[in-house]
């Protein structure tokens, strides 16, 4: 009898223990929010996030952080691709390598419309922030058709792209979690959308050209004697800001860059007001070097993410950048 009586209650602890873990499973799987019948709790969160694949951000990131990814279109040889989802980066540069034409599209309006109803069957609302209006259509695009949803989408046009644009969506997540709602996050990016510069150069000229910042000429005297570019993005806007002969030297002008703007752009006292942020299309050991370089010059913490595959058509392989972004004031973003 004891025998039988032990075996019963083992048997409840074990069911006890599966439901524990379903629950347990449960929460962990579900990003969105969490909801619980069975002890009749629920609890959700009001404010979602959503951003396209200018930010960086992949689909396996954008589940760890929490946040809705739009994959961005383009076209190899006339071919529809979404970034993340339909080809690999190691095929999309196979690809520009051998000569494939490749050109960037703005999404579909119905593509960005179903995420956002996806996404607000859990949502009380969303903050959507897109690649900056200088320099694609799909941000104004976006602003027209937030307007059909009745103040449930806020869209941030916010100048940013790549590295820059990721900070700013993983700002607007912990905003989200501290409770604060889209206008507010809103209201906040915006308070420092400028606050950010990004330094980039690239590794074969012909990209610029085909994208007219350079002419064929300019393009092919700067690959014959490795001229190399230093670039500046910011609010949407390229510049070159200089032309040096060597990757070495553009590295050192592009240190020597941030290191100046953090004083004379940003009037700030200095790195560790700031977030150092890289963004890189070469193999992983390259890119990893890459990152302990900044990190030993400035002496903080330098992050390393794979520049968008849209930003990459125009750029080329071999690109990299160095991002320079103030950190939010959080005290006041409670």
């Avoid at 951003?51 to 076209?75: C, E, H, R, W």
């Avoid at 209201?187 to 910042?213: F, P």
Wanted: aromatic share 8%; hydrophobic share 40%; glycine share 8%.
């Amino acid at each position: 009898m004891k025998f039988v009586e032990m075996e019963y209650e083992k048997k409840k602890v074990r069911i006890v223990l599966w439901k524990l873990l379903a629950v347990y499973n449960k929460i962990c799987n579900n990003k969105k929010g969490i909801s619980i019948k069975e002890g009749a709790v629920t609890k959700m969160e009001k404010t979602a996030v959503v951003t396209d694949s200018n930010s960086g951000i992949s689909q396996n990131q954008a589940q760890k952080y929490g946040v809705y990814v739009l994959p961005m279109p383009f076209y190899i040889d006339d071919e529809l691709y979404l970034e993340g989802q339909t080809i690999t980066n190691e095929e999309f540069f196979r690809r520009q390598k051998n000569g494939s034409v490749i050109y960037t599209s703005q999404p579909n309006p119905y593509d960005v419309t179903q995420l956002w109803d996806q996404v607000l069957d859990q949502y009380e609302e969303l903050l959507y922030i897109p690649m900056s209006s200088g320099l694609s259509g799909s941000c104004e695009a976006a602003m027209a058709a937030a307007k059909q949803y009745g103040g449930r989408v806020v869209v941030a046009d916010l100048g940013r792209v790549s590295v820059t644009q990721k900070i700013a969506v993983l700002e607007a997540r912990r905003m989200a979690l501290m409770g604060c709602r889209a206008v507010q996050i809103c209201d906040s990016l915006q308070a420092v959308k400028n606050e950010c510069i990004i330094y980039l150069t690239v590794d074969n000229l012909k990209y610029l050209k085909q994208g007219g910042r350079i002419s064929a000429s300019s393009a092919m005297v700067g690959n014959v004697l490795h001229i190399k570019p230093l670039l500046g993005l910011q609010g949407g806007k390229i510049e070159v800001v200089e032309k040096v002969r060597g990757d070495k030297a553009v590295r050192k002008k592009m240190m020597k860059a941030v290191q100046r703007d953090i004083t004379e752009r940003f009037h700030a006292q200095g790195i560790r007001e700031f977030h150092l942020a890289s963004a890189a299309s070469m193999p992983v050991e390259d890119a990893r070097q890459l990152k302990e370089s900044f990190e030993e010059y400035f002496g903080v913490h330098c992050s390393m993410s794979s520049i968008p595959l849209s930003v990459a058509t125009h750029l080329g392989y071999g690109t990299y950048g160095l991002a320079l972004v103030r950190k939010m004031d959080r005290k006041n973003n409670r």
